[in-house]
């Protein structure tokens, strides 16, 4: 099993950052795959970005240039940190993990971006 907690999220004006965090536990050797998922109000969960054991980074076209994923893998921390954010990143984020046995979902975190 693998528990997941987000943090950070809030309500900030167009142009703001803010820095989402994901502290993961329990068999983390499973994981293979993290990412930041979105979903807004009346549509489906989307990958915003995600990070595999080889490092490797992907990211929608949407939050290209503004959002960086990374991760600490010491401290079982995942990140994402969203710069210039836009009315249209309004969403719940979720931070989710891909395991060789299933698949894990946090909590959800709200982000708000509003003036």
């Known amino acids: 099993q693998v528990q997941l907690e987000e943090s950070g999220g809030g309500s900030v004006q167009p142009g703001g950052s803010l820095r989402l965090s994901c502290a993961f536990s329990?068999?983390?050797?499973?994981?293979?795959?993290l990412g930041w998922y979105r979903q807004a109000p009346g549509e489906e969960r989307l990958l915003v970005a995600d990070?595999?054991?080889?490092?490797?980074?992907s990211y929608t076209d949407s939050v290209k240039g503004r959002f960086t994923i990374s991760r600490d893998n010491a401290k079982n921390m995942v990140y994402l940190q969203m710069n210039n954010l836009k009315p249209e990143d309004t969403a719940v984020y979720y931070c989710h993990a891909d395991s060789i046995h299933t698949q894990y979902w946090g909590q959800g975190t709200q982000v708000t971006v509003s003036s």
């Open positions: 990070i595999n054991n080889s490092d490797h980074i």
């Open positions: 329990g068999t983390t050797f499973s994981i293979y795959r």
